[in-house]
């Protein structure tokens, strides 16, 4: 990175974009934030709020020059709006993106196993063509992928039945995930973002260990000072109330198959975050901990 660089964060406002703009700025570099609503974004004072939409590329275009890297969050669940992105990047010269995907992407098959891996595989595709017609010829744009397992932060989903009744109700109670604290997806993300020697690379980001949801639950009660019940749902009841509550049947389907295959195949552990950063990934009872407020 050069001193009059600048790195555009979109989901500049969500738990690990809020996180990577704060990173960035304590490391003394540039930052553009992304949101659709700068009013109401509440980010450190040293970034510089922009206005814009990932579906609309024309709203932040302008909002582009200088702009050398971008950390790419990507908010939907198919990629169809991504080319119009990807070419405002590429016709403004932004020469590096650091892309947020899944640790379930396996990019040998022909489709992914569920529509969230899907689109993120999709999305990987299109960013590597991207750099085929860059302004520099065929290394116009650089890349890296991190590959995140499972966010901690999708735990906060549970904060309404703790406050209300000390449980959580979940399928899978045995399914087993290395989940990642949000501050060490921002981590990485700084990190990659701004040392030229991740072009071409992915990693797959974890915690430090597997955890099972009774395990998360359990550890969650004692950051807080409280003890709670895990009840075990079925599948079928599961998929009912996250139908009710809006989600696609394709991403609902594939989100309980991944689940239930993490039973007897639990997630694995990387070195990633360390082997990056050069610090222990953050453990999930510290996560807890970070969050016992929200829990309260």
Not at 134 to 154: I, K
Request: aromatic residues 6%; hydrophobic residues 40%.
């Amino acid at each position: 990175m050069t001193a009059d660089s600048t790195i555009l964060v979109t989901g500049a406002t969500g738990k690990v974009g809020r996180n990577v703009v704060t990173q960035l700025l304590d490391a003394g570099v540039s930052v553009r934030a992304l949101t659709r609503h700068p009013d109401a974004a509440g980010l450190p004072a040293g970034a510089s709020v922009v206005e814009g939409d990932l579906s609309a590329p024309e709203t932040f275009a302008g909002s582009l020059e200088g702009v050398s890297a971008a950390f790419l969050v990507w908010p939907f669940l198919t990629a169809d709006a991504a080319p119009g992105v990807l070419e405002a990047l590429v016709k403004n010269r932004v020469r590096r993106v650091v892309y947020l995907s899944a640790s379930g992407v396996r990019r040998e098959r022909a489709r992914q196993s569920d529509p969230i891996t899907q689109f993120h595989a999709d999305l990987e595709r299109l960013i590597e063509d991207a750099g085929l017609d860059g302004p520099d010829g065929p290394d116009g744009l650089e890349w890296t992928f991190l590959r995140a397992g499972g966010f901690a932060s999708n735990d906060l989903g549970w904060a309404a039945q703790i406050h209300e009744e000390g449980v959580v109700r979940a399928p899978f109670g045995d399914a087993g995930r290395s989940v990642i604290h949000e501050r060490d997806i921002a981590a990485v993300a700084a990190h990659t973002l701004t040392h030229p020697d991740h072009r071409g690379k992915t990693y797959v980001l974890t915690g430090p260990e597997t955890l099972t949801t009774r395990e998360r639950v359990r550890i969650v009660g004692g950051a807080i000072g409280r003890s709670l019940r895990f009840e075990e749902i079925s599948s079928e009841d599961a998929r009912a109330q996250y139908l009710a509550d809006g989600w696609p049947v394709s991403v609902v389907d594939g989100m309980l198959h991944a689940h239930a295959e993490m039973v007897t195949a639990p997630e694995q552990v990387t070195s990633a975050v360390e082997d990056l950063t050069g610090a222990p990934a953050l453990t999930y009872r510290q996560w807890a901990i970070d969050h016992a407020d929200d829990f309260r």
